[in-house]
């Protein structure tokens, strides 16, 4: 194990529970290859009507795409520096962003990329999320801060002596509960109803492992999850809470049952490079990951599955095929051939 700042932070859509990532603090990003253009371009939110995503860029630009029609819907200047957080709202009309200042824009309008209600802050922002049902969002950098979309200012902050935080979730089953990561390696909880945080855990953390928490009961890991040979840089739940994708430096990313300390799926191609960001659809079926070649990637959430409409035949067919896996995953052979994955060199070399 190694001392590692927390920079991803994800809560379960089960409740009680939160996926927690870690990765090489910023002041160490310089000796690695690439690290010039971490987060540059990235997947950050999945709207809830399933046919949009958005990226945002370091010359302030926020990009607006529909997967589907495989095009760009709406290209927004939203800033004049880094963007560094973009989040949607629980209707999925508009989204926010924030560097030094948070900015709301409508992307259904007859004029896309309308600008709505501004908010100033007197910090750097490093991380924003909005509540699931309510017209309120959070947002972190020195300190945490919660905002009403019609206001410019922030209605409440919380603080509790860390220099910076790096990422901020409200959970979207307990919506009053958020949970924050600091620079000093802790996780923070708080209660929207409650004047000051609940509770602080400093986490000691290898860089390549996921841990999942019951956040009744933060001393012991509920699961260790395993199989990365680099620094996971994020974490995504899929809508069901049953499994969650992880994005790591080792240039992969891997899909892990909620419950298994080993992944079930790996992905990678040649081309890709360090993956940043990943982010599971709403719909269940595509996972998208951003990398820093500055490329969006759609994949299949199960690789095996045939899209489209199937026939009554196919489908039969699908299900008697696994029905068949089902009845015979233990015998030697047929769990061989499940568990077997091709993986780059590079990560065959480190296993």
């Known amino acids: 194990d190694c001392p590692v700042a927390l920079y991803r932070l994800n809560f379960s859509p089960a ?3 939160t996926e927690v990532s870690s990765c090489m603090a910023p002041e160490n990003l310089h000796h690695l290859e690439g690290s010039t253009v971490f987060l540059l371009f ?10 949009k995503e958005c990226a945002n860029g370091l010359l302030g630009l926020v990009w607006v795409i529909a997967w589907i029609r495989d095009s760009e819907k709406v290209t927004v200047q939203a800033h ?8 949607s709202r629980f209707c999925g009309t508009s989204f926010l962003h924030d560097d030094k200042t948070i900015r709301q824009w409508n992307v259904e309008a007859p004029g896309d990329g309308v600008r709505e209600e501004p908010g100033q802050g007197t ?3 490093t991380g924003i999320d909005h509540h699931q049902r309510e017209g309120t969002f959070v947002t972190c950098g020195q300190t945490v801060d919660i905002w009403d979309e019609q ?3 922030p209605i409440r902050s919380f603080s509790w002596g860390v220099d910076r935080f790096s990422c901020i979730r409200y959970n979207p089953e307990e919506t009053e509960l958020l949970a924050s990561c600091a620079s000093d390696r802790s996780i923070v909880l708080y209660g929207t109803r409650e004047s000051a945080p609940l509770r602080r855990v400093i986490m000691q953390l290898s860089s390549n492992t996921l841990y999942t928490y019951d956040i009744r009961n933060l001393d012991v890991p509920v699961n260790v999850h395993m199989d990365h040979v680099s620094a996971v840089l994020d974490v995504d739940y899929s809508p069901t809470g049953r499994e969650f994708v992880s994005a ?9 049952p909620k419950d298994k300390g080993h992944s079930r799926e790996v992905y990678h191609t040649k081309r890709m490079q360090h993956v940043i960001c990943v982010r599971w659809s709403a719909d269940n079926k595509y996972v998208l990951s951003g990398s820093d070649e500055m490329n969006i990637r759609l994949w299949k959430a199960n690789a095996s599955e045939k899209l489209g409409l199937l026939s009554a035949r196919e489908k039969a067919a699908a299900n008697y095929n696994k029905k068949l896996i089902e009845k015979f995953q233990h015998h030697p052979q047929v769990k061989r051939i499940a568990r077997h994955r091709h ?3 590079d990560v065959l070399k480190q296993k």
């Not at 004049?80 to 989040?87: A, P, S």
């Open 15 to 17: 409740a009680h529970q």
């Open 42 to 51: 990235c997947p950050h939110v999945i709207f809830p009507n399933m046919s």
């Open 343 to 345: 993986l780059p060199r």
């Open 248 to 256: 790591s430096f080792d240039k992969t990313f891997r899909i892990f």
């Open 151 to 153: 206001r410019s200012s």
């Open 80 to 87: 004049e520096g880094f963007v560094r957080g973009v989040c």
């Open 123 to 125: 910090v750097v922002f």
